[in-house]
């Protein structure tokens, strides 16, 4: 457990994006600076946030763990001599190694708080004619495509019966599609769907259906075997 | 009619981009200086009359866009699709050292980044390099969406550094 000012506290690594996030955190709580980081109580702290919640029982994502097992390392390295270190690898500085890891993560985190303040197109200025209309799918390169062919195979991969079907609530679905529906004005079958199983996709026709039928929305069907689309009344 | 009202009939005509090389197609002898100077006096008069848009430069072409000003309004009629910070932070290290490969994402990053690459290529922001390993890029559609002309225009990384520096 991590003592502060008398009190525990443990910290929730969902708000973190990842090990490096976490140990950039430890090092401005502790008020050091990347510059002349003082790399072991950083790699103590972090390892003992780890153990607690391993001991709380807390699922742990595994780049949490694999930075785990390198701090240790690099610790281990810290407490060799250093003519041990010179004399196999030259100039090896592992904690200059974790510095400049951290300094580049930092960069592309701050790059990428910067791109987000720009005036974004679709956020903060619109071009003509995306209102109230759907873009059009475009087929864009290399990208498109593979999408594609996961979507499809997504879809197909399944060709042998499950003996216990899992059958899904139309009312369940319902609830999906009206929550999606929320936000905006149409969604496809595509967005309903999240596991892409045969079951599920007559589930989600079959409540886009009921919707349907109760007055909440219609269904749109372009031409033949084109994309469902359920749209809010 | 003079050219200018042409340029704007033109990017009018579009929704979305309008390439330079397509308008300088339709309108003979004009050049991409001139067709500059003619859109910064048609932003102008918009200006000056109080407009609620203007014409902006955008990747290799020009687009009509609401000021930013009338976005709360535009939003009731279609609500934004919003990136996670993950999603942001690997845009970013696309742009900056792109083209890359999944490994050098996740290096930098020191987590998997798979669900933001899938978030990224649905939205077009990002496209791949067939080969061994795949690699990222940014897309046309990024430099639209981030108001930028090329990616040179992004701020240089190093002055992060020294930013960080200087603390």
Redo the contacts between chains.
């Keep these: 457990m991590i003592h502060e000012q008398g009190r525990e506290f443990i910290l929730h690594l969902s708000s973190f994006?990842?090990?490096?996030?976490l140990l950039l955190y430890l090092i401005e709580k502790n008020r050091f600076?990347?510059?002349n980081l003082e790399v072991c109580p950083i790699i103590d702290q972090y390892l003992r946030h780890i153990e607690t919640l391993r001991r709380l029982d807390v699922s742990l994502?595994g780049?949490f763990l694999d930075?785990a097992s390198y701090l240790i390392w690099l610790k281990s390295c810290l407490l060799l001599p250093v003519n041990a270190l010179e004399s196999e690898e030259g100039e090896f500085n592992p904690a200059r190694e974790l510095q400049e890891?951290l300094?580049?993560?930092?960069?592309?985190?701050?790059?990428?708080?910067?791109?987000?303040s720009?005036?974004?197109?679709?956020?903060?200025?619109?071009?003509?004619?995306?209102?109230?209309e759907q873009n059009d799918v475009?087929f864009?390169?290399?990208?498109?495509l593979?999408?594609a062919i996961n979507a499809i195979r997504a879809r197909t991969q399944k060709y042998v019966m499950n003996v216990a079907a899992i059958r899904f609530s139309i009312q369940d679905m319902m609830k999906r599609i009206q929550t999606l529906l929320k936000?905006?004005?149409r969604v496809s079958l595509d967005e309903v769907i999240q596991k892409g199983d045969r079951m599920e996709t007559i589930g989600a026709l079959l409540a886009g259906l009921e919707l349907s039928k109760s007055s909440f929305a219609r269904l749109i069907q372009r031409g033949l075997f084109s994309m469902i689309y359920i749209v809010r009344r | 009619m003079n050219t200018r009202d042409i340029v704007e009939a033109l990017v009018?005509s579009?929704?979305?981009?309008l390439r330079i090389k397509d308008i300088l197609g339709a309108i003979p002898g004009v050049s991409v200086e001139g067709l500059e100077t003619m859109v910064n006096e048609l932003n102008s008069i918009y200006h000056e009359t109080g407009r609620s848009?203007l014409i902006?430069r955008v990747s290799d072409g020009y687009?009509?866009?609401?000021?930013?000003e009338?976005?709360p309004y535009?939003?009731t009629?279609?609500?934004?699709?919003k990136?996670s910070?993950?999603a942001?932070?690997v845009?970013?290290?696309i742009?900056?050292k792109g083209p890359c490969s999944k490994q050098t994402i996740d290096g930098?990053?020191?987590?998997?980044s798979s669900s933001s690459l899938?978030s990224l290529?649905?939205h077009?922001l990002?496209?791949?390099?067939?080969g061994k390993p795949m690699m990222y890029f940014t897309?046309n559609?990024f430099l639209?969406?981030?108001?930028l002309n090329s990616l040179a225009d992004?701020?240089d990384?190093s002055q992060?550094?020294e930013?960080?520096?200087e603390?």
Excluded: C, H, W
């Design positions: 994006e990842g090990p490096l996030d600076t990347l510059e994502a780049e930075m890891m300094m580049a993560y930092r960069a592309i985190k701050q790059a990428s708080r910067d791109l987000s720009r005036p974004l197109l679709f956020r903060d200025r619109f071009p003509k004619g995306s209102g109230a475009a864009m390169g290399m990208g498109s593979m999408q936000g905006k004005q | 009018f579009t929704s979305g981009t848009f902006e687009m009509f866009v609401s000021r930013q009338y976005a535009i939003k009629l279609q609500e934004p699709a990136l910070n993950a942001m932070e845009l970013a290290v742009a900056y930098i990053r020191g987590v998997d899938k290529l649905k077009e990002i496209d791949i390099k067939s897309t559609r639209e969406v981030f108001g992004l701020p990384i992060y550094e930013v960080f520096s603390e």
